[in-house]
C-alpha cells in the first residue's frame, strides 16, 4: 500500500504566498515523476507542475514564474512554493506520484486526496 498526504493548503489573500508538501509512504521501491494538478470548481483537473526523478521541471504557462516545484528524494517528499497568488489559483491541489511499489514490474500513478487553496481578501 502506497499513500500520498498533502498539506499547507489555507486560505491566503491575493500577492500571498503557500507552500503545499506531499510525502509518499508505503511499500515503495522508486518514485519516478511527481507533480501537482488542480481543479477549480467547475472545471477540469490540469496540470500545474511536474518534476522528474531526475529534477527536470515543466510548469503550466498560467504559474510559469509564480510556483516552483522541488523535491527531497531522500524523503519521498514534493514540494510546490506558489507565490503571487491570484484569485483564479483557488482550486484543491493533488499530488500525484508514478511510484514503483517492491513486486511490482512497472510504476503505477497514485493519487492524494487533495488539500484545498481558497485566494481570495
Known amino acids: 500500500q502506497v499513500q500520498l498526504v498533502e498539506s499547507g493548503g489555507g486560505l491566503v489573500q491575493p500577492g500571498g504566498s503557500l507552500r503545499l508538501s506531499c510525502a509518499a509512504s508505503?511499500?515503495?521501491?522508486?518514485?519516478?515523476?511527481m507533480g501537482w494538478y488542480r481543479q477549480a470548481p467547475g472545471k477540469e483537473r490540469e496540470l500545474v507542475a511536474a518534476?522528474?526523478?531526475?529534477?527536470?521541471?515543466n510548469y503550466a504557462d498560467s504559474v510559469k514564474g509564480r510556483y516552483t516545484i522541488s523535491r527531497d528524494n531522500a524523503k519521498n517528499t514534493v514540494y510546490l512554493q506558489m507565490n503571487s497568488l491570484k484569485p483564479e489559483d483557488t482550486a484543491v491541489y493533488y499530488c500525484?506520484?508514478?511510484?514503483?511499489?517492491?513486486?511490482?514490474?512497472?510504476?503505477?500513478?497514485?493519487w492524494g486526496k487533495g488539500t484545498l487553496v481558497t485566494v481570495s481578501s
Open positions: 500525484n506520484a508514478d511510484i514503483k511499489r517492491y513486486g511490482d514490474s512497472l510504476p503505477r500513478p497514485c
Open positions: 508505503g511499500s515503495i521501491f522508486s518514485i519516478n515523476a
Open positions: 518534476i522528474s526523478s531526475g529534477g527536470s521541471t
